[in-house]
């Protein structure tokens, strides 16, 4: 266990334990996060495919008054991405990837099988060690909470990696109605 000596951020917090892992991959979630057993498997596997590819869960709602698991947040049938202020939302997977879906679940060879998106939606992901360190890992000078996810998504793709959501591993955030996402 390693502690910063001064608040320093989320982004350079993460930034500091990237420094101190010694795995291939490292794995983000955030503390308002939980998971069930066999979610790592899923997540992870894609990874060791293709050491440029960063997943993502499945992302459903905890309850924040009852802290009960409610899954459809983010349906298997969406992916994370952009509007033109760059505010991130969830949309229909587009007809190329969902075509390629479909030819999966025809040939029985992952109905379930990763689906590519341009966005994530923050801090819930795995990542090849080295390769966040080859995209420059965080910027430690965002100050400012919301824009790590932008910022990471697009260097991820524009570094000629790939952003995967994962429909068979899930998690959940606990997300208090007053702040909105």
Known sequence: VSTQSTGGGLMRA???AAKYATGD?????????????GWLEPLIEPIFRDRTAVTCPVIDTIEWQTMELISGR???SAIGSY???LNYNWYPIPQSEQIKKEK???ENIGI?????????AGGLFAINRLYFKELGSYDTQMNVWGGENTEISI???TCGGSLLFTPCSKSWTCIPTWISV
């Not at 991959?25 to 057993?37: A, G, Q, T």
């Not at 379930?112 to 994530?120: L, Q």
């Open 14 to 16: 993460r930034t500091a």
């Open 25 to 37: 991959i490292l794995v983000y979630l955030d503390s308002h996060c939980e998971v069930l057993p």
């Open 74 to 76: 983010a349906p298997m």
């Open 83 to 85: 509007n033109l202020l």
């Open 104 to 106: 999966r679940a025809r």
């Open 112 to 120: 379930f099988s990763p689906i590519r998106s341009p966005a994530m």
């Open 155 to 157: 260097r991820i793709w």
